[in-house]
């Protein structure tokens, strides 16, 4: 299975990292998102893998394969119709890689999530297996998750990788132009403007299909 490097990465981890999508939603159902994956608590750890180059028999993805992961990841989306100006980062001083985009509308932004997941999981065993996307019309904003659970999977895991992935967090951050009247998930925080939404939850939890980022919010 051939894996995002980034993502692989993250996983041979002994210390914390963040995942975070973030969506800026315009009235007229256009945007932008960003991406982020953030290692920098771990960062010392990583410098340290990756000059291993490997950890516990895993093969640690070298600087040039995640930049090519990078370079994949975004000419995978800039083909996809309604999304524009994809650009990726990689901040090798502090471990935070980015991808962002514009899109014309959520139709889009789901294709590109759903090409990238395939892309990077041919044999459709990981991310390609579950299905997320966006929703959105004028009233409500729907994010969408349907992941298969693997907590057995988790439970055969060493506790030390459970542990990171119980520390390992996934945050979603949603804005808006307008204000928002409610938020579905019941531990989804709003900004004091009443214009963005933030729902931080364990990656364990989303792994083992205790949790979920399925969040509808009303205007």
């Not at 960062?43 to 893998?49: E, G, I, L, P, T």
Request: proline share 4%; hydrophobic share 35%; with cysteine.
């Amino acid at each position: 299975m051939k894996q995002f490097p980034i993502i692989l990465l993250a996983s041979l981890l002994t210390g914390c990292f963040e995942i975070r999508e973030e969506v800026n939603m315009k009235a007229d159902g256009s945007g932008e998102v960003l991406f982020t994956v953030n290692l920098s608590q771990s960062k010392d750890n990583v410098r340290n893998y990756m000059a291993m180059g490997t950890v516990e028999g895993y093969k640690v993805p070298k600087k040039e394969e995640v930049e090519a992961g990078l370079e994949r990841l975004k000419t995978t989306m800039s083909a996809v119709p309604g999304m524009s100006t994809v650009m990726t980062k990689s901040d090798w001083s502090s471990y935070i890689f980015t991808v962002s985009g514009r899109f014309a509308h959520v139709e889009a932004l789901n294709k590109a999530m759903e090409t990238v997941a395939k892309e990077f999981d041919k044999e459709g065993k990981n991310a390609a297996s579950g299905k997320s996307g966006f929703g959105y019309n004028n009233t409500q904003f729907r994010r969408t998750f349907s992941y298969p659970s693997k907590s057995k999977e988790f439970q055969a895991l060493p506790s030390m990788q459970q542990y990171v992935l119980e520390t390992a967090k996934m945050t979603s951050i949603y804005r808006f132009e307008r204000s928002i009247r409610n938020a579905s998930h019941p531990k989804a925080q709003l900004s004091p403007s009443g214009k963005a939404v933030m729902l931080t939850l364990p990656v364990s939890e989303l792994m083992q299909g205790t949790g979920t980022l399925a969040n509808t919010i009303s205007f």
